[in-house]
């Protein structure tokens, strides 16, 4: 491999395990805003669908700026492409790990997916917004 190829595998890599550390910090502090007063989620659809994204919104913003960093800090012609390696860790460690004390219902496994994926797609769509961005700027 090029060493600029292996300079952005790190970079993209490093990217992930920031937002490792810094989204625990993130999610304590919305925990806290929204544990005041008292939100319930009832239904299939809330507590399947709805629940799942909001316990990973701390994640997809976080994933967002991931996605923004990588695209700054690459050098490649298509930055955006290397937001994929942070996008598919965050897929794949948002759905591992669950542990289930029942079978899990389809309903169940959706909202699992739905929340490994959302912060997968806003890390590419922090990507995107970047480069739009810069290439706006960039044309000025």
């Given at each position: 491999m090029e060493k600029t190829q292996l300079r952005n595998i790190?970079?993209?890599a490093g990217a992930y395990y920031f937002?490792?550390?810094v989204t625990p910090l993130l999610a304590w502090g919305f925990w806290t805003l929204l544990s005041q007063p008292a939100h319930p989620y009832r239904g299939d659809f809330a507590e399947k669908i709805v629940m799942p994204l909001v316990v990973h919104l701390p994640a997809a913003l976080v994933a967002?700026?991931?996605g923004?960093?990588?695209v700054w800090?690459?050098?490649s012609q298509t930055p955006v492409r290397w937001a994929a390696l942070p996008a598919a860790?965050?897929?794949y460690f948002g759905y591992t790990g669950h542990h289930w004390?029942?079978?899990p219902?389809?309903?169940d496994r959706i909202g699992q997916m739905l929340g490994a994926l959302f912060p997968a797609l806003t890390c590419i769509g922090g990507a995107f917004l970047t480069m739009r961005k810069s290439s706006e700027s960039g044309s000025h």
């Amino acid at each position: 491999m090029e060493k600029t190829q292996l300079r952005n595998i790190a970079v993209s890599a490093g990217a992930y395990y920031f937002s490792v550390w810094v989204t625990p910090l993130l999610a304590w502090g919305f925990w806290t805003l929204l544990s005041q007063p008292a939100h319930p989620y009832r239904g299939d659809f809330a507590e399947k669908i709805v629940m799942p994204l909001v316990v990973h919104l701390p994640a997809a913003l976080v994933a967002v700026g991931v996605g923004a960093l990588v695209v700054w800090l690459v050098e490649s012609q298509t930055p955006v492409r290397w937001a994929a390696l942070p996008a598919a860790l965050f897929a794949y460690f948002g759905y591992t790990g669950h542990h289930w004390a029942i079978q899990p219902s389809p309903m169940d496994r959706i909202g699992q997916m739905l929340g490994a994926l959302f912060p997968a797609l806003t890390c590419i769509g922090g990507a995107f917004l970047t480069m739009r961005k810069s290439s706006e700027s960039g044309s000025h």
